[in-house]
């Protein structure tokens, strides 16, 4: 008797699934050829069904017609560009980006390359022992790691983490990244509950999801400090994640 072939990823048993990959820019021209390839290769190799919408918010440094170039290259089918006027925030973006998804599940990640594709497969299989509603990428367990940063970065960045999670409680090790993956549904439900905008929107994310009782796994991952352009963090982002912080402390 012939002894069936278990399916592999993105075949017959995992049909019904899609991944939503949503990726907002801004002045991303440079690193927006290499993640996409990326993307391609890792979600593309593995047989997963995949899309990949790029949300640019009016950069001046061409990225939307960079990204046009990568669409005609890779197929309207693979690659969907739902670009803004002008620079909006990031949550905004994945909320942008979300009502264009076509998945059950969306990835979210940064464009800069601080985010690498190759931990993608590694979320979705965790996603799948567990059947958990969220997967978040984590620099503080496991091997996780910071490539790329300053002592003074790093100590902010450590730092930042410490304080929510004496004060949050979060039940996740990493509360400020931003590369993650969500069942569709239960990200749908969390952006109807958060309120903050900008860098503090990934911290509410976490902190909702505890809230409403979304299982959270978690996969280690190498940060590694962008290559071409320029940080976004900046004085005004660390301030607005201060009272961020508090806010969320003091009705959650």
């Known amino acids: 008797m012939e002894r069936r072939r278990r399916p592999g990823p993105g075949e ?13 820019t801004y002045n991303e021209r440079e690193n927006l050829p290499i993640i996409v390839w990326l993307l391609i290769k890792y ?3 593995s047989g997963y069904n995949y899309e990949i919408i790029i949300i ?11 990204a046009k170039q990568l669409q005609s290259i890779y197929g309207t089918n693979k690659i969907l560009l739902r670009p803004r006027e002008k620079k909006l925030g990031l949550g905004t973006a ?16 940064d464009a ?7 931990f993608i497969p590694e979320f979705i299989r965790k996603q799948k022992e ?7 990428g984590t620099r503080y367990k496991g091997n996780g790691g910071v490539y790329g940063w300053d002592l003074k970065r790093k100590i902010i960045s450590r730092g930042a983490n410490f304080l929510t999670q004496i004060l949050l409680r979060p039940g996740a090790s990493d509360l400020t990244g931003s590369f993650r993956l969500y069942k569709k ?46 940080s976004k963090l900046g004085g005004s982002e660390i301030i607005s994640f201060a009272k961020g912080l508090l806010t969320l402390f003091a009705t959650t």
């Not at 567990?130 to 978040?136: E, P, R, T």
């Not at 929107?201 to 400090?225: C, H, K, W």
């Open 12 to 24: 017959a048993g995992d049909s019904v699934e899609k991944y939503s990959v949503l990726l907002p």
């Open 43 to 45: 979600l593309g190799d």
């Open 56 to 66: 640019d918010d009016g950069s001046p440094d061409g990225t939307l017609e960079v």
């Open 94 to 109: 994945y909320i942008h980006g979300m009502q264009h998804a076509t998945g059950n599940f969306i990835i979210i990640m």
């Open 112 to 118: 800069d390359l601080s985010h690498h594709p190759k």
């Open 130 to 136: 567990g059947n958990f509603d969220v997967v978040s």
């Open 185 to 230: 549904k239960v990200l749908q439900k969390l952006v109807e509950k958060c309120v903050s905008k900008g860098y503090v929107f990934q911290m509410e994310m976490i902190v909702r999801a505890r809230q409403l009782n979304y299982t959270i796994g978690e996969v280690p991952i190498s940060f590694v400090d962008r290559v071409y352009g320029e």
